[in-house]
């Protein structure tokens, strides 16, 4: 299992499935308390960002989440 960083976003992969990855979304200020999720949703055949309820975000950490899930993505047509 592996982890990305981002500037201000960690991602931690959390479990292998067969086809695809699911990763835990976390700050890199408190690694402990995961705010969302990145998994495979099948009716876009794309990674999705699952956000935890109640939890709040700005552009500097979206845009850490989509050069994540470009990223997920470019990985996966090679």
Known sequence: M??????YIEF???E?????????????YDVEETIG???WFPRWRKYAFYPNLDT?????????IIE???KLMEDRKK
């Open 2 to 7: 592996g982890s990305y960083v981002g500037k």
């Open 56 to 64: 709040v975000w700005e552009t500097k950490c979206l845009t850490d």
């Open 16 to 28: 292998q499935k067969p086809k695809t990855k699911v990763y835990a979304v976390v700050t890199v």
């Open 68 to 70: 994540f899930l470009n």
């Open 12 to 14: 931690i992969e959390v």
């Open 37 to 39: 999720y990145i998994k």
